[in-house]
């Protein structure tokens, strides 16, 4: 009641959707939301500058890097995760790979086979001004 902080909730608005039966090979680049219930072997990018979902269910699986601002995961990801915002590993995640977050929630079940790496946001806001720099030069 008073004083309990309110978890945000990660319902995004679908703008794409890799159906159960659709298998990609090659990268996704996408903006928005994203939900993925068939295979994709390749990366799986948010468009820069922009406060993409993915979301991945039980019945999906990513072959590949991940690199999104919000991620929620319920499938297999073979391959590192890359989140600027929310990770969420839901009860049937498996992730072989390691996952890079600023804030991390996991159900008990969830399962990542790697190193779960914590990037500040000052760290990722002094990637991107580096970023900058070398491309001025």
């Known amino acids: 009641m008073w004083g309990q902080r309110k978890k945000p909730k990660q319902t995004a608005h679908i703008d794409s959707l890799i159906g159960q039966n659709t298998e990609i090979h090659g990268d996704v680049i996408f903006s928005g939301g994203l939900h993925i219930d068939g295979m994709v072997k390749g990366s799986v990018v948010a468009e820069k500058g922009d406060d993409s979902v993915l979301t991945l269910s039980e019945r999906g699986t ?14 297999s990801v073979i391959g590192d995760v890359h989140a600027t915002g929310h990770v969420e590993l839901a009860a049937q ?29 000052s760290d990722t806001s002094e990637a991107s001004a580096e970023e900058e720099n070398t491309e001025e030069a």
């Open 62 to 75: 990513i072959e590949g890097e991940v690199k999104v601002p919000n991620v929620v995961v319920n499938g």
């Open 93 to 121: 995640a498996r992730v072989h790979g390691n996952v890079y977050y600023s804030l991390i929630e996991m159900a008990m079940g969830a399962e990542v086979n790697g190193k779960l790496m914590h990037k500040a946001e």
